[in-house]
């Protein structure tokens, strides 16, 4: 971290002297921020009047770009995510090629469980891996959530960096993961598909569930709220693995913390009287509450590939923003087909509180030209 702090220092250094630097909890603060010129993500947000649909891309900045892969060929993913100047060349990576509407700091769920102690490596063809999950509850006395914070201060870091190499391009959004989705990761020791593992725990040892749930909670909502004071302009909660659970087990493990971190979260910002930033929450595989989500008090409810737009819009009701949801295969058809798609998905949400976005993150052989027809079949569809 030494060498990383170094490079960071190096490059405030070679700011403009009209930048001012101040610090707040460990995350540099760069002011004043350049006027945003895009805010069409965040009028659509908030329900206001859009010059055009927005859309991003879960996954936008990544491993289908060749000049991702390039720098991954030198560095180490995590060692990305930990150095603001890489991290952020990887976000305006996709920016240079496409006319998207949003930006998102290029990061991953799992720097939480690492901010708390445990190692998370990243395998080539495998993805993420941590080597010494938590098995029993005993090893909950391993996580070290004090300090947890200082130690994720890089995100912050690369969001304030970002914002000023964005020049108001477009808006930018930060990021988490959900309490039930990292838990999972933390008990399975890398991805799963089926949870077995961490299921087995919320009927086991249901007191540690919430215990862990709650702590995990306690992290992200500090999280966010830096993010927030880094310079984030929008935050995207991301419950990956709410496929696991069923409508019940979702009510009891997830939806409680969901509704907590927007609640705290905006309770503090308000009592430092900082702006509170749109919110989404994206529950993938959790169609089935649509109408509990819509009571979170999130500003925006992602939708996976799953759902039907018509029927979403009935359950969460006019006042609340639908982001989403074409099926990334769909990236791989003809173009011709993938515009018609694209354009029959925009008409079904309409113009009015819709974020057009595929319904889960892009995968890693998504031919380029694929995106340059979703973006500009959004664009043209309204």
């Given at each position: 971290m ?6 960071f220092?190096?490059?405030?250094l070679?700011?403009?002297?009209t930048?001012t ?6 995350s ?8 945003l010129?895009?805010d ?6 908030r ?5 055009r649909v927005p859309?991003?891309v879960?996954?936008?900045?990544g491993?289908?770009?060749p000049?991702?892969q390039e ?10 995510c930990?150095?603001?100047?890489l991290?952020?060349?990887v976000?305006?990576?996709p ?7 949003a930006?998102?700091i290029?990061s991953d769920?799992?720097?939480i469980?690492?901010a708390?102690?445990?190692t ?21 006395k ?14 912050g ?17 930060g ?7 990292l838990?999972?990761?933390m ?8 949870m077995?593992?961490a299921?087995?725990w919320l009927?086991?040892y249901?007191?540690d ?12 909502v500090?999280?966010l709220e ?6 984030a ?12 659970l ?9 939806v ?18 900082v ?13 089935h ?5 819509s ?10 590939w799953?759902?039907d737009?018509?029927?979403a819009r009935?359950a ?6 639908l ?8 990236m791989?058809r ?15 949400f309409?113009?009015?509180r ?11 052989q998504t ?6 027809v ?9």
């Amino acid at each position: 971290m030494k060498t990383i702090e170094l490079r960071f220092m190096f490059f405030l250094l070679l700011l403009p002297m009209t930048t001012t630097n101040n610090y707040n909890n460990g995350s540099i603060q760069l002011q004043p921020f350049p006027p945003l010129k895009n805010d069409n993500l965040l009028r659509a947000a908030r329900g206001e009047v859009v010059d055009r649909v927005p859309v991003w891309v879960m996954r936008q900045a990544g491993r289908y770009l060749p000049e991702f892969q390039e720098l991954r060929k030198l560095h180490d993913f995590f060692t990305v995510c930990r150095t603001p100047e890489l991290a952020c060349e990887v976000t305006m990576q996709p920016l240079r090629r496409f006319d998207l509407d949003a930006s998102i700091i290029f990061s991953d769920i799992l720097v939480i469980p690492q901010a708390l102690g445990l190692t998370v490596e990243m395998h080539a063809g495998v993805g993420p891996v941590l080597p010494q999950p938590i098995r029993t509850p005993e090893d909950l006395k391993r996580l070290t959530p004090d300090g947890a914070l200082s130690r994720l201060s890089y995100v912050g870091d690369a969001i304030t960096m970002m914002r000023h190499k964005l020049d108001g391009r477009v808006p930018l959004i930060g990021f988490t993961g959900a309490p039930w989705t990292l838990m999972g990761y933390m008990i399975e020791g890398g991805g799963s598909k089926t949870m077995s593992k961490a299921k087995a725990w919320l009927y086991d040892y249901p007191e540690d569930s919430k215990l862990l749930l709650n702590l995990l909670t306690d992290v992200i909502v500090d999280y966010l709220e830096m993010q927030v004071e880094a310079g984030a302009q929008m935050l995207q909660i991301f419950e990956s693995s709410a496929e696991h659970l069923t409508k019940d087990e979702f009510l009891v493990w997830s939806v409680p913390f969901l509704r907590r971190i927007r609640d705290d979260l905006v309770d503090r910002l308000t009592k430092k009287a900082v702006s509170t930033v749109p919110l989404t929450i994206f529950a993938k595989g959790a169609g089935h509450s649509l109408k509990e989500q819509s009571e979170l008090g999130y500003d925006v409810i992602g939708l996976d590939w799953t759902v039907d737009p018509v029927e979403a819009r009935a359950a969460v009701g006019p006042n609340i923003t639908l982001q989403g949801n074409l099926d990334p295969q769909d990236m791989y058809r003809d173009p011709s087909e993938l515009h018609t798609l694209t354009t029959d998905m925009v008409h079904k949400f309409g113009k009015s509180r819709y974020i057009a976005n595929l319904g889960h993150g892009i995968t890693p052989q998504t031919p380029i030209a694929s995106m340059e027809v979703l973006v500009d079949a959004v664009h043209k569809a309204l």
